[in-house]
């Protein structure tokens, strides 16, 4: 069995998406003044790895801590996108081939690894992102998969960049962004995990995602 980390570290005043809150990381008690070390968190709840729930973008969307925890958790496919052109901004556009397709089942949890996460971390990584085709995502909503991820700081359709959103949140599916080390992954089926902070009212939460595969 190989677990495979697929998590960015949160690190005190890393890069964030532009609006969000900062990070910090302060340490409240610690050595050699105090018993323990107790740090204190300050960062929003989409940061750095992380997943959304419908709430984050629909009024009346479901809450992070009332999704069920088989949508953030079980058997997941991951596939190496193909670019297919660029939008008029420069976001490259991704598909994949009939024949991957054909492997998604119905409410699955399908990673993309786009190579996008070679940026992590950097300013560029919120820049001309890579972005699903309009077909992709009308194929994507006819599965009505329990969970989306990928290497990339938000999902978004070449059209629009909250369409997505909105249109897969009513399906009660649920997005993993921020998603690194996804190589390994590529075409294969495995065991995954995204398990958010029970947070109440959340619209998010960082995650520590990973993998697990199996020793063929």
């Not at 909503?141 to 938000?154: E, H, N, R």
């Not at 059209?159 to 080390?181: C, I, K, W, Y």
């Amino acid at each position: 069995m190989q677990i495979i980390d697929l998590s960015v570290t949160i690190s005190h005043g890393m890069t964030v998406f532009p609006g969000d809150p900062g990070v910090r990381l302060e340490l409240k008690d610690s050595f050699p003044d105090d018993v323990c070390q107790v740090t204190m968190l300050h960062f929003g709840s989409h940061t750095a790895t992380h997943v959304d729930a419908p709430r984050h973008f629909l009024p009346e969307g479901t809450v992070i801590d009332d999704v069920p925890l088989d949508s953030f958790v079980g058997s997941a496919i991951a596939f190496r996108v193909i670019f297919d052109g660029k939008t008029e901004d420069g976001h490259p556009i991704m598909t994949i081939s009939e024949a991957q397709k054909s492997r998604i089942q119905e409410h699955d949890r399908i990673i993309f690894s786009t190579g996008w996460e070679r940026h992590t971390a950097t300013p560029q990584y919120f820049r001309n992102y890579p972005v699903f085709s309009e077909e992709l995502l009308a194929f994507l909503a006819s599965k009505s998969p329990k969970l989306i991820g990928a290497d990339l700081p938000t999902l978004a359709s070449a059209s629009d960049p909250f369409h997505m959103h909105r249109l897969l949140f009513r399906n009660q599916t649920v997005f993993a962004e921020g998603l690194v080390g996804l190589a390994p992954l590529c075409e294969k089926r495995f065991f995954f995990s995204a398990a958010p902070l029970k947070l109440d009212g959340g619209d998010g939460s960082p995650v520590r995602a990973y993998a697990v595969l199996e020793n063929s």
